[in-house]
């Protein structure tokens, strides 16, 4: 057998498993994809093209859509008596170059650095007819994947029980500076040393914040009671009485102390619920729905810039932008200070009330807090620069949240400003919103 052959036959059966849908347990397993393979792989050793084919079709059952490597060993089963030496040598290299891509990165994605040379490979072998159905599928197959990952593309999954969950859009792949710089009025120790990090697979985040309506339509569907509502650690919620804030019993999503309308964003969720609601999205649509990473977040936040505030540093922009600490809530508490300018919104606003960012996201900064995946660290000392959570280390106990609130001041809705709480914790300035592998 060509060595090569051999190679990609290895390969895939080790890295196929990254392609296989959540959910499908058997493929997921390497050994067991190892040995669907070892038919197909005697059979085309004996140059036996008719069962190598059928062996694919029966692996490609099991780990569902077609993908270039599959295409590119059906080409050469059919194919292969018939393929000039030098076609024969292109397509191996591009076999073994893709089987290298998807066991390194473990996602279609990277296989888009080479697509262009795929296309011009398949359009000369397209002189062999019966290679035209191939070339067809993939170009729809990769013609999708373009799509799916189209920067700015936005989109809702259908739900199992019904309806529709958050609406999502595409973030471009990038680098960027995350954290502070000394010297940025309202700068922390926490955001520091500002550090480059690298995004380099795309993934999706909500346009807005979870609301009141969504996170109803997972309570209404699995009964769940949030942290508040169950007292654990503590009795219901953080609000305010009397002028303080203060854990107080019988407080929760759906008695905040203010009144909320469906399309505000849901508050007094720990990261716990924010998890249980991610994971029951996860299994209505076959997607995994998670919270971002902290890089993630600060890099869809910054959308392209580095001032402290997305939209430049003219605090007289601020309330087109987030909803803060401004004159309408200085109304009811005069006592406090508050920013110059009035947006007439005391508490928490309706989702894309405000301007969105370059990226079309709504509500970054001001209205809720936004629970991340990252567990609490005191620095950036030893941060990971890929854009991955950073779970290790420090506290787990306490997880990270990013951009400010209703009650914050401009130093508080910073693209760098960051806080935490415990997984637990829960308040009526803090939610959250989601992110989604792609």
């Given at each position: ?23 499908n ?5 390497p050994v ?29 059952q099991?780990?569902g ?9 059906r080409?050469?089963?059919r194919?292969g008596?018939?393929?000039t030496?030098?076609?024969f040598?292109?397509i ?17 994605e ?7 040379e ?13 290679t ?27 739900l199992?029980?019904?309806?529709e ?30 550090h480059?990090v ?6 999706a ?7 009141v ?23 219901g919620c953080?609000?305010?009485k009397n ?10 999503w759906l008695?905040t102390?203010f ?33 971002p990473?902290?890089?993630e977040?600060e ?22 932008h ?8 200085k109304?009811k ?7 110059s ?5 005391i508490?928490t606003?309706?989702?894309?009330r405000?301007m969105?960012n370059?990226?079309?996201l709504?509500?970054m900064f ?8 990252d567990?609490w ?11 991955s959570?950073?779970t ?34 829960r308040?009526?300035?803090?939610g ?7």
């Amino acid at each position: 057998m060509h060595q090569t052959t051999k190679l990609l036959f290895s390969l895939l059966a080790l890295t196929l498993v990254a392609l296989v849908p959540v959910g499908n347990t058997m493929a997921q397993n390497p050994v067991i994809a190892r040995f669907m393979f070892e038919d197909a792989e005697a059979a085309y050793a004996k140059k036996d093209y008719v069962t190598t084919l059928a062996k694919l079709e029966e692996a490609e059952q099991e780990f569902g859509k077609i993908n270039p490597p599959i295409l590119y060993l059906r080409i050469m089963a059919r194919h292969g008596s018939l393929i000039t030496k030098e076609d024969f040598d292109t397509i191996e290299r591009l076999r073994e170059e893709t089987a290298r891509y998807l066991r390194d990165y473990g996602e279609l994605e990277s296989v888009r650095d080479h697509a262009r040379e795929v296309y011009q490979v398949f359009t000369k072998l397209r002189k062999y007819p019966a290679t035209r159905a191939e070339y067809a599928e993939y170009a729809k197959h990769e013609s999708e994947l373009r799509e799916r990952l189209r920067p700015g593309r936005s989109f809702r999954d259908s739900l199992g029980v019904g309806g529709e969950g958050p609406e999502m859009v595409v973030i471009p792949t990038g680098s960027f500076m995350m954290g502070s710089q000394p010297g940025e009025a309202g700068r922390k120790n926490s955001e520091g040393p500002q550090h480059k990090v690298t995004i380099a697979r795309s993934f999706a985040i909500g346009r807005y914040e979870v609301t009141v309506g969504d996170f109803g339509r997972f309570v209404a569907a699995t009964a769940y009671r949030t942290d508040a509502e169950r007292n654990v650690g503590r009795k219901g919620c953080v609000t305010e009485k009397n002028g303080k804030m203060q854990y107080l019993e019988g407080s929760s999503w759906l008695a905040t102390g203010f009144r909320q309308e469906v399309n505000e964003p849901v508050t007094c969720v720990s990261w716990n619920d924010a998890i249980a609601y991610a994971d029951w999205l996860s299994t209505q649509t076959g997607k995994r729905y998670r919270l971002p990473t902290e890089a993630e977040w600060e890099y869809a936040a910054r959308a392209g810039t580095q001032t402290a505030y997305y939209w430049g540093d003219d605090p007289d922009q601020t309330c087109r932008h987030v909803n803060l600490f401004d004159q309408a809530l200085k109304r009811k508490s005069p006592e406090w200070a508050a920013v110059s300018c009035d947006d007439g919104v005391i508490y928490t606003a309706e989702v894309g009330r405000y301007m969105p960012n370059a990226f079309g996201l709504h509500d970054m900064f001001g209205n809720v807090f936004e629970w991340v995946e990252d567990c609490w660290h005191e620095n950036y000392e030893g941060a990971p620069t890929d854009g991955s959570a950073w779970t290790r280390g420090d506290d787990c106990g306490k997880r990270v949240k990013r951009g400010g609130t209703w009650l914050a001041l401009l130093p508080g809705v910073r693209s760098a400003g960051r806080d935490w709480g415990s997984a637990a914790a829960r308040s009526y300035i803090s939610g959250f919103r989601l992110a989604q592998d792609l």
